[in-house]
């Protein structure tokens, strides 16, 4: 008899991407609206992705069991 697939969570598709290496990457925050009283630095350090604390790898993993 075959196995339940498991439903991938819908939320956690849109925020995380899986690299090549297995890191998890996601977008900062902090960057959709009013922007121009935001510092410059805040906002050019928040351009970069940010890559998930190996405590939380555990749980999105879980959240997206077919992801790479």
Known sequence: MAKNKIKTHSGAKKRF????????KYQ?????HRLTQKATKRKRINRAAGYSDI???AEIKALMPYAK
């Open 17 to 24: 991407k899986f690299t090549a290496s297995g890191k998890i």
């Open 28 to 32: 900062r925050t902090n960057r959709r």
């Open 55 to 57: 405590t939380n790898v």
